[in-house]
């Protein structure tokens, strides 16, 4: 088997990218990227999602950070709804019949701003057209007219009053608390004194004549009380008439601005009907607001705690929620900081004398009422963090409308009188982004999650690595330098682009679609030829900024690569020796990934505790790992416990380690140094292994081949390479090769050498430079062969083992029993 087994050629080791396949010299010749790149699924749903009408189709975008999924579901959303018209504007206006609940009106896209400002010049118009009709000689005649009427029908009403009085000797004096009756006698008003000297029967007739009398007197005041109503009740209808005329040509003006929109007609309405009714008030507002001349003061020290004067106007005013005057379709709006006020809006107040005080001018909206008629993005991770936006969120889908309430009250924790905003009809599609994570446990134990989010968008991180798929690598290459305005890239520019997303892929046959990341390496080397004065770039600018984000990565990496050369990590590259191989495993720093070599040892002896690790022992290893430690047991099962149980007591070590063990990868270097230390046969220590491995004895893929292949040559450079050293890793792991440039030069000059096993034997004939034997019809296994050594291995063990007892027995005293004491 060693010798039909070669080492994999160069060509094999990373696959490059032609610049030649390109037909463009430089990418200004490309156009900049018009679609969704590499994601077809995730369009799919996207597409579906939009389209879908009925209620509760929301999207959730789900892939790993990094695939692009906020900007390309932006670019996508933003496309599509250029096609689509503008939603109405909304703004707030003052409810005459109740101020706490202010009104919401939808007018055309674009119309809000100028009914506000139509609503001011109006009560500009009014400040002059109500003080004039109310100070025109008109209307002070016909006033003037009603004053003089009703001040001669009262002086004949108590002049009558006091004759009739006067009859029966009393007099009528006007007094601050009403019409008094005075007793006369010859003419004269009764003192004091006077009244004494009066006889009891005089005095009870005047007191009867009194009671008559004022009731005669209080009928003349509730005539007079009914003529000062009627003249208020005419000076009332004198100043609605005079207001209503004052005002209804101006209003009448905005009536036929504003014809074909019925909310706004009936808004007018109330506001004409609110001036008219309180015609006195108004007219008073206006001319007080009219008679100041002089200009306004300096706002105080501290405006939060002044009195603010009261406007009577800004119950007439327009609070703009959402202007669409400015977009050219439906609106789409990422916000990023999804608290609760941000998503539904808010109610702002001012600080008056250590009060607050609001109004509807300060009411303020939220992203959806932005996004109200388009599209809406939110990460789901903040979403969630935020208290009670997520609650809010789902309230307004599940509602189909927008209420503006404060968290405060809404909690019961302030008793303010606050407003209760007329709630925005919606019509929305919302975006979540976020991890698959979050996607599987809201769908778990959110129930209103599935109703609300029906489509799932999933993004992947990789892409099928076809011509047609590196020529849109290109295109996206060409938009990135247009956006930054950086210099073009030229064929074998893009083509080290493409090979650099098939290495951050792993995988010779895709591309990764973590498009963030090959957008900085574009501008990284962009600023590269732009800094060397170069008018394009060229592969060198791209492998010098693909050289320089390592260098700034991998300090770590370097320091454990010292340890290696100096011997302070025990690692071998050349030699043999027993029960030992050098594994190799992929340490993770977050942004950087790099794989470093780790001895493993085994030792072995007779017993009954099979296989053992000691980081399972210790509890420094995974499940994972544990699970390829007993399928080791299994192995060894199938391959030499057939013909007799296993008496085996082995145990298998990380040296030098000390940190958790995790991943099954090292499971086929385990089993290497396993089977060495049975058979007692040395293994080639120039070579390092990699793979999992099966209880039938096949090899299975692992992750980060590309990783540990260099880990491994890296250490073999710092010790002197000497063209025997290599790595053992899986055949089905050979497209997921994407070496170094210099790695695969190394291999094309015989330096070292990468082989590809797909059975535990193929592996173990490189360690050892023996076959490893292939059982006869009896099972036997042939001699010289690696089997054969650990089948008679095993066997010594097995009969050490039934020799212990034999050996124990003949061993205790004649005549006792063991375990038995006498008595």
């Not at 506000?116 to 109310?134: G, S, T, Y």
Request: hydrophobic share 40%.
């Amino acid at each position: 088997m060693s010798n039909t087994l070669s080492p994999l050629p160069a060509e094999a080791l990373r696959r490059t990218c032609d610049p030649e396949a390109f037909t463009f010299t430089t990418t200004a010749e490309l156009a900049g990227l018009t679609e969704v790149l590499g994601q077809p699924r995730a369009v799919a749903a996207l597409e579906f999602g939009v389209g879908a009408a009925s209620h509760g189709f929301n999207l959730f975008a789900l892939g790993q950070p990094g695939s692009g999924k906020t900007t390309l579901i932006r670019e996508y959303l933003e496309r599509r709804a250029r096609s689509q018209p503008a939603p109405p504007d909304l703004c707030y206006v003052h409810n005459f019949d109740d101020g706490r609940r202010p009104l919401l009106l939808q007018l055309p896209a674009g119309k809000a701003v100028q009914f506000k400002q139509d609503m001011a010049a109006l009560v500009r118009e009014l400040r002059e057209a109500i003080p004039r009709a109310f100070e025109s000689k008109a209307y002070t005649e016909q006033r003037d007219r009603l004053l003089q009427d009703v001040e001669e029908k009262r002086r004949e009403e108590l002049s009558r009053l006091e004759a009739h009085v006067s009859k029966f000797g009393f007099q009528l004096i006007r007094a601050p608390g009403g019409l008094l009756l005075a007793p006369m006698i010859n003419g004269q008003l009764i003192t004091e004194a006077d009244a004494e000297k009066l006889s009891d029967e005089q005095r009870e007739k005047l007191a009867q004549i009194r009671e008559r009398l004022e009731k005669d007197v209080e009928a003349v005041i509730r005539r007079v009380r009914e003529l000062e109503k009627g003249t208020r009740a005419a000076m009332r209808a004198l100043d609605t008439a005079t207001a209503a005329g004052a005002t209804r040509h101006l209003v009448d003006e905005l009536r036929a601005r504003y014809h074909d929109v019925a909310a706004v007609l009936r808004y007018l309405d109330a506001v004409q009907t609110d001036i008219v009714e309180n015609a006195d008030e108004t007219a008073d507002a206006f001319r007080r607001d009219r008679e100041k001349e002089a200009p306004a003061a300096a706002p105080p020290a501290l405006p939060g705690l002044a009195l603010p004067e009261e406007n009577p106007f800004i119950r007439y005013e327009v609070n703009v929620l959402v202007d669409n005057g400015g977009l050219s379709g439906a609106p789409v709006v990422l916000e990023s900081n999804p608290t609760y006020h941000n998503l539904v809006g808010r109610i702002e107040h001012r600080s008056v004398w250590g009060g607050v005080a609001t109004n509807f001018t300060l009411i303020k909206p939220g992203a959806l009422h932005r996004a109200n008629g388009g599209y809406l993005i939110l990460p789901a991770r903040e979403c969630l963090l935020n208290p009670y936006a997520w609650e809010g969120l789902k309230r307004a889908l599940k509602d189909r409308a927008v209420y503006i309430e404060e968290l405060g009250v809404q909690l019961s924790l302030l008793s303010t009188v606050t407003l209760e905003p007329e709630p925005a009809p919606l019509n929305i599609k919302v975006v979540l982004i976020g991890s698959p994570l979050i996607y599987y446990l809201l769908y778990a134990y959110d129930e209103d999650f599935q109703k609300l989010f029906k489509v799932k968008a999933d993004f992947t991180t990789e892409m099928d690595r076809t011509p047609e798929a590196e020529q849109a690598y290109a295109l996206f290459v060409s938009t990135i330098a247009g956006q930054e305005a950086a210099p073009p890239f030229d064929r074998g520019a893009v083509a080290r682009v493409v090979e650099y997303g098939a290495r951050f892929a792993g995988d010779q046959t895709k591309l990764t679609t973590r498009f963030g990341e090959i957008a900085d390496l574009v501008r990284e080397a962009a600023h590269r030829a732009s800094q060397a004065s170069r008018a394009t770039v060229t592969a060198e600018d791209v492998r010098a900024a693909e050289a320089a984000r390592r260098y700034r990565n991998n300090l770590v990496e370097e320091r454990l690569q010292e340890a290696l050369a100096r011997g302070t990590l025990l690692i071998e590259t050349r030699g043999a020796a027993v029960g030992r191989v050098n594994g190799l495993s992929v340490l993770s720093l977050g942004d950087y990934a790099f794989g470093h070599p780790a001895r493993i040892t085994a030792t072995a002896g007779p017993g009954q505790r099979g296989v053992v690790s000691i980081e399972r022992e210790v509890e420094l290893s995974g499940p994972i790992h544990g699970k390829g430690v007993l399928i080791l047991s299994g192995y060894l099962l199938q391959k030499y416990g057939a013909a007799a149980p296993l008496g085996l007591s082995a145990s298998l070590v990380f040296e030098q380690s000390y940190g958790e063990v995790e991943g099954d990868s090292a499971s086929l270097a385990e089993l290497y140094a396993l089977l060495s230390a049975l058979a007692g046969l040395p293994l080639r220590q120039d070579l390092a292994v990699t793979g999992s491995v099966n209880q039938h004895g096949q090899v299975q893929p692992v992750g980060g081949v590309t990783e540990k292949v260099e880990g491994f040559f890296d250490a073999c450079l710092k010790k002197g390479l000497t063209g025997a050293q290599g790595v053992i890793l899986p055949a089905a792991n050979r497209d997921h090769l994407m070496l170094r440039d210099d790695v695969v030069a190394a291999v094309r000059a015989g330096q070292f050498q990468v082989w590809a096993v797909e059975t535990v034997d193929e592996g173990l004939e490189l360690l050892t430079g023996r076959p490893a034997g292939a059982p006869d019809q009896r099972g036997a296994y042939p001699k010289g062969s690696v089997h054969r050594a650990v089948a008679e291995r095993l066997a010594q063990f097995a009969r050490a083992l039934k020799e212990q007892p034999a050996r124990r027995r003949a061993g205790r005293p004649a005549g006792k029993k063991a375990g038995r004491r006498k008595a």
